[in-house]
Every structure is written in C-alpha cells, then in structure tokens.
C-alpha cells in the first residue's frame, strides 16, 4: 500500500498571504495526484488533478506542482472561504489519502 | 448536472451490518466505477473499495476484506455498500464517489452511526 504524508498537520495563515501544503508519497505515484478541499459536514471538492491541472471552477489562486513522491499545493492569496482541511489523493494504486493538513486563520 | 445521491443516515447496533446507497444522475452509469470512502470522526479519508459498473469487478481495501460488499443495480443507476460485522469503530460518514481516476463527483455522505 502506497502511503500518503502530508506536512504540516496545521498551518497558520493570515487572510492574503501565501500557504504552501506538502505531500509526500512512499513510492513514485507518477502525476496521479489529486488535491481535495474538505469543510465540516461537506463532502471532498475537487480542486486540482493530474498534479498540476485545475478542476473546472477552480480559481486560479489553487496551483499544484511536483510528480513521482513529492507534491504541492499553493494558495496565492488566502481568502476567507479557503480556510479548510486539505487532503491530498493518490490514484496510481488503486486509492490513498494524505492524513490531511488544516488551514487556519492565524 | 452529474449527481451522486446517497441514502440517508442510520443507527445500527453492534454486530449488525448496513446498506448504503447511492444513486447516480446525469450520466451513463456504465461508463464508470464507483469508490467508496468513509471518514470516521475527526480522522482522515479511507479508501474502502471499487466497482467496475457493469462487469460487477471489486476491488476492496485489505482493511475492510471480508467485511464489505460493493454491488451495482444498473436498472436503477444505483450502487450499494454493505457493511457487516459493525463495530463502534465504524462510525462514521460514508461516501460513495465515481471513478474518474480520482473524482471530481461525490455523494453528500451517509452517517452511520454504531451504538448500543
């Protein structure tokens, strides 16, 4: 099984600035690599595939980056409806999540 | 619009087993597979198994093997979890979810909740 971490488990930012979420696989995943934005008593929303590639609706503030263990997701600019829990989702082998990383207003 | 609708919450004793449904709109149920992931309180996201819609092929998670039961009811674009054996563990919200390699489609989630 193809474990998921994510750093950190908390992240502290002010509304505007730049956050920075880390995800690292235990063995290669190529770029099948998803990022999800989880808020309570919400199901998943898609934010970016492929690694890199926006979901449809997604602003342009969510970037995604890295193939192979290691991944990011940057957030440009935190506005006040991004604070959330962020997991981060491998399907080269069958399915694992990250243990998620919560955005929160500093 | 694409939709995933799922059955709505149940309370269920130790040992019992649940259902879950899920019905699919808005696209050809066929074309897809569908996941099944569920979320115990405060925890991570967990990947409990796959189906193939239309050839009925399963996948599931070492974790809930001989526990789950993934199936599909194509007359009705409906797919069906069951769950036996329950424990307090196993609360928790479920979500069914098309395979689109990851998904960009989930259900709204189906408590379950196991107490005696």
């Known amino acids: 099984e193809i474990v998921m971490t994510q750093s950190p488990a908390t992240l502290s930012v002010s509304p505007g600035e730049r956050a920075t979420l880390s995800c690292r696989a235990s063995?290669?995943?190529?770029?099948?690599l998803a990022w999800y934005q989880q808020k309570p008593g919400q199901a998943p929303r898609l934010l970016i595939y492929?690694?890199?590639t926006r979901a449809t609706g997604i602003p342009a503030r969510f970037s995604g980056s890295g193939s192979g263990t290691e991944f990011t997701l940057t957030i440009s600019s935190l506005q006040s409806e991004d604070f959330a829990v962020y997991y981060c989702?491998?399907?080269?082998?069958?399915?694992?999540f990250g243990q998620g990383t919560k955005v929160e207003i500093k | 619009q694409v939709q995933l609708v799922q059955s709505g919450a149940e309370v269920k004793k130790p040992g019992a087993s649940v259902k879950v449904s899920c019905k699919a709109s808005?696209?050809?149920?066929?074309?897809?597979?569908i996941h099944w992931v569920r979320q115990a309180p405060g925890q991570r996201l967990e990947w409990m198994g796959w189906?193939?819609?239309?050839?009925?092929?399963?996948k599931y998670s070492e974790n809930f093997q001989g526990r789950v039961t993934i199936s599909t009811d194509t007359s009705a674009s409906t797919a069906h979890m069951e769950l036996s054996s329950l424990r307090s563990e196993d609360t928790a919200v479920y979500y069914c979810?098309?395979?689109?390699?990851?998904?960009?489609?989930w259900g709204q989630g189906t408590l379950v909740t196991v107490s005696s």
């Open positions: 979810a098309r395979d689109d390699g990851y998904s960009s489609t």
């Open positions: 808005g696209y050809t149920f066929t074309s897809y597979g």
């Open positions: 189906i193939s819609v239309g050839s009925d092929n399963t």
């Open positions: 063995q290669s995943v190529s770029s099948n």
């Open positions: 492929g690694a890199s």
């Open positions: 989702l491998q399907h080269n082998d069958w399915w694992t």
